[in-house]
């Protein structure tokens, strides 16, 4: 009887210890595995943090411009751009236009010398693209802002934001310091080629920093 139950006793602590061995083999797994987990996690933060970025995207800057008449007209006003986080918001408020809808576009010189506005040359468009309405599919110019709505009084405020401009960032594709602010006498039609037949050029100003 005693023999057995030293017997019982023997077994019972077999499987004890084969059971303690085996959870330690199953703890060692789990551990490993959340190890392994955890550096393929700390890998991809890592890479997203050394993910390269303009170095103009934590820049603040700010440009205020006005804008002179041109064409004979008394058509004047300002414009301010400024660039926060890659995003560059421009805040243009025009006086003097007649009731109704006027182009407004990027050209590309900041050159408001000559009385009609020819100066300033045409479209800013450096990607090459046709002249549309912005964000067509069919492509725009990176100066093709659109049309602004004059009240009775010949007021009219336009607002614009974009990651496609920048600020004296140096990058050819969406630089806008050395353009010009164009506004145009006529309606941008958005089709014909290459300005949307805005027709004259009544109010200009130089993006200069």
Known sequence: MIKQRF????????????SCKNDKKASETIIEDTKEETVETTSDTKKMENKETPAYYSEKRKLVMTLESKSDSNVTGNVVFTQEDGVVTMIAVVDGLSPGEHAIHIHEKADCSANDGSSSGGHWNP???PHGKWGDDK???????????AN??????ITMVT???CIGCGDDTKDITGKAIIVHQGTDDFTSQPSGAASARVSCGGIIE
Request: charged letters at 10%; glycine letters at 18%; hydrophobic letters at 35%.
């Open 7 to 18: 017997l019982g006793l023997a077994i019972v602590a077999s499987c004890l210890i084969v």
């Open 127 to 129: 990607t090459g693209q």
């Open 139 to 149: 492509g725009y110019h990176k100066g093709d802002i659109g049309n602004l709505t």
């Open 152 to 157: 009775e009084n010949g007021h009219a405020t």
């Open 163 to 165: 990651d496609q401009w």
